[in-house]
């Protein structure tokens, strides 16, 4: 066993493996290595390996999510004035997190991480322990009313005000039976008026079929959805230019490469009125 795996079977003695998710490959995990970090198993590296194989951008794609949710968290943070975000299946702590882009803005920011994997939600609460305006919470984006009226979460966020409501790289590990846009429009009607939806979300593509396949043994198999099917999150919403675009060319801060062009996923903002 890994020394991830050990700590965390460490954590208690009713704690077993298959309990803690640690024969099955990790989609948080699997991010993790994507990424470059370190919080992931062999399980987990395995079947990103296999991924990459089927898609070698995948990690390319990865950082290019990472970076549109700096940019956007940067533009509601500090043009938009927003003070409070909740962000669903946040996944496991890295660098420039959430709390970290828009505390810098403005301390009193309050975020909300929420999640249903424990072994992200251990990893979040040891890095959040010291910090009195942000909360790490258990939930599922497939029961949204639980989320919302969660008594930690409305201790941190008032919904009465704007808030931005964060899914980013989440709603393609949605199957379509489990009523993704039905879960964002819960989600979308309790938001004040003022407040901003952000959504990426990986493209059906070609080129990234193969990869469903090597996600199925995984712990959330993984549903490819096209640019239209994409847009039809924000129905309802004031859609942000440039709209819905490749996560590269969403306001970038610099100049787009040729590479970029790989980064099969689509983000957005969107506003409500």
Same mark, same amino acid.
């Given at each position: 066993?890994?020394?991830?795996?050990?700590?965390?079977?460490?954590?208690?003695?009713?704690?077993?493996?298959?309990?803690?998710?640690?024969?099955?490959?990790?989609?948080?995990?699997? /991010?993790? /290595?994507?990424?470059?970090?370190?919080?992931?198993?062999? @399980?987990?590296?395995? !079947?990103?390996?296999?991924?990459?194989? +089927?898609?070698? /951008?995948?990690?390319?794609?990865?950082?290019?999510?990472?970076?549109?949710?700096?940019?956007?968290?940067?533009?509601?943070?500090?043009?938009?004035?927003?003070?409070?975000?909740?962000?669903?299946?946040?996944?496991? %702590?890295?660098?420039?997190?959430? $709390?970290?882009?828009?505390?810098?803005?403005?301390?009193?920011?309050?975020?909300?991480?929420?999640?249903?994997?424990?072994?992200?939600?251990?990893?979040?609460?040891?890095?959040?322990?010291?910090? %009195?305006?942000? $909360?790490?919470?258990?939930?599922?984006?497939?029961? %949204?009313?639980?989320?919302?009226?969660?008594? +930690?979460?409305?201790?941190?966020?008032?919904?009465?005000?704007?808030?931005?409501?964060?899914?980013?790289? @989440?709603? $393609?590990?949605?199957?379509?039976?489990?009523?993704?846009?039905?879960?964002?429009?819960?989600?979308?009607?309790?938001?004040?008026?003022?407040? /901003?939806?952000?959504?990426?979300?990986?493209?059906? $593509?070609?080129?990234?079929?193969?990869?469903?396949?090597?996600?199925?043994?995984?712990?959330?198999?993984?549903?490819?959805?096209? !640019?239209?099917?994409?847009?039809?999150?924000?129905?309802?919403?004031?859609?942000?230019?440039?709209?819905?675009?490749?996560?590269?060319?969403?306001?970038?801060?610099? %100049?787009?490469?040729?590479?970029?062009? !790989?980064?099969?996923?689509?983000?957005?903002?969107?506003?409500?009125?």
């Amino acid at each position: 066993m890994d020394a991830l795996g050990r700590d965390l079977f460490r954590g208690s003695e009713s704690n077993s493996p298959d309990l803690l998710g640690l024969n099955t490959p990790n989609v948080a995990r699997m /991010y993790d /290595y994507f990424l470059g970090g370190k919080d992931n198993l062999a @399980v987990d590296r395995d !079947c990103a390996e296999e991924v990459i194989r +089927h898609a070698p /951008y995948v990690p390319l794609m990865a950082r290019a999510n990472r970076a549109f949710l700096g940019r956007a968290v940067r533009f509601l943070a500090g043009e938009a004035g927003i003070r409070q975000f909740l962000d669903i299946g946040t996944g496991l %702590p890295t660098r420039e997190n959430v $709390h970290q882009v828009t505390q810098r803005i403005d301390p009193r920011s309050r975020v909300v991480y929420v999640d249903n994997d424990p072994v992200v939600l251990a990893h979040a609460r040891a890095l959040m322990v010291d910090n %009195p305006n942000t $909360h790490v919470a258990a939930g599922d984006l497939r029961n %949204p009313g639980e989320i919302l009226t969660d008594p +930690h979460t409305r201790g941190v966020i008032d919904l009465s005000r704007p808030v931005a409501v964060l899914l980013c790289a @989440v709603l $393609h590990f949605i199957a379509n039976e489990k009523d993704p846009y039905g879960i964002v429009s819960t989600l979308v009607e309790a938001m004040a008026p003022g407040s /901003y939806l952000v959504i990426s979300h990986a493209e059906r $593509h070609r080129e990234l079929t193969a990869v469903t396949d090597s996600y199925r043994g995984a712990n959330a198999p993984a549903v490819l959805r096209s !640019c239209v099917e994409i847009a039809e999150f924000f129905d309802g919403l004031e859609l942000l230019a440039p709209g819905v675009v490749y996560l590269p060319l969403w306001r970038p801060d610099g %100049p787009v490469f040729f590479e970029d062009n !790989c980064v099969r996923a689509y983000g957005g903002i969107g506003r409500k009125l």
